[in-house]
């Protein structure tokens, strides 16, 4: 299958400073992009759908200007964890249609976010 | 309201025997299905997708889809071990520029040796 790779796989910071986490596609171009976070033993949550060329969208109860999004390329996205507070700790994970059959999804390894 | 239901488990089977998942999905629109294994502390991985009514097999998985009564479901032949996971279902609307999913919360699979 079609290879996402993000970095970094684990952050711990501060909380009140700001984490980008980057979502790179390897070998297809992307112009959509999904960003998920998950807490422990729930399910996946879309957050925003990020898109190359134009602003994202986000779901509903997510903050916009907490969760900044670029869609800098057609292999790069970009989530920046503004402000970070331990309740943001999470499991951030994003995800690209490949382009195959059925344009299925392949997810990034994640990332695990931990804000002191 | 575009839901996917699963049956959150955990469900126990022994090795070797068929693990059989079950997913209900609740907009018509949905025309493609797909499959996420997710062990824990991991990221989802695609197992198989399925768009046509019927069954589509590949190695020990087998996804069966029936629009009409709106199910869709995953058979683990043999289960092994490393088959324990959580087991996410997903459906897509057709349409161009229509990537996003929706998931199903999981059903926990936990193969006993």
């Known amino acids: 299958g079609a290879v996402v790779s993000q970095h970094p796989s684990w952050v711990i910071c501060k909380s009140g400073t700001s984490v980008k986490i980057e979502c790179r596609s390897l070998d297809f171009q992307a112009t959509t992009m999904f960003w998920y976070r998950q807490f422990p033993k729930q399910s996946l949550m879309l957050m925003a759908t990020?898109?190359?060329?134009?602003?994202?969208?986000?779901e509903q109860g997510v903050e916009k200007d907490k969760f900044l999004i670029n869609h800098a390329s057609l292999t790069l996205s970009t989530l920046t964890v503004t402000s970070a507070h331990p309740e943001d700790s999470s499991f951030y994970i994003c995800s690209a249609p490949a382009g195959g059959p059925r344009d299925e999804q392949y997810f990034g390894p994640g990332t695990r976010l931990t804000v002191l | 309201q575009k839901e996917v239901e699963q049956n959150s488990g955990p469900l126990s089977v022994p090795e070797g025997a068929i693990a059989s998942l079950n997913c209900t999905y609740s907009d018509r629109g949905s025309q493609s299905f797909f499959w996420y294994r997710q062990y824990s502390g991991k990221s989802p991985e695609l197992i198989m997708f399925?768009?046509?009514?019927g069954d589509k097999e590949d190695g020990r998985f087998t996804a069966q889809l029936n629009k009409a009564s709106q199910y869709v479901s995953l058979l683990i032949r043999d289960s092994q071990p490393s088959d324990s996971a959580t087991y996410l279902c997903?459906?897509?609307?057709?349409?161009?520029?229509?990537?996003?999913?929706?998931f199903g919360k999981g059903t926990k699979l936990s193969v006993i040796p």
């Open positions: 990020s898109n190359e060329g134009s602003k994202a969208t986000y």
């Open positions: 399925i768009y046509s009514n």
């Open positions: 997903a459906a897509r609307r057709s349409g161009a520029g229509s990537y996003q999913l929706t």
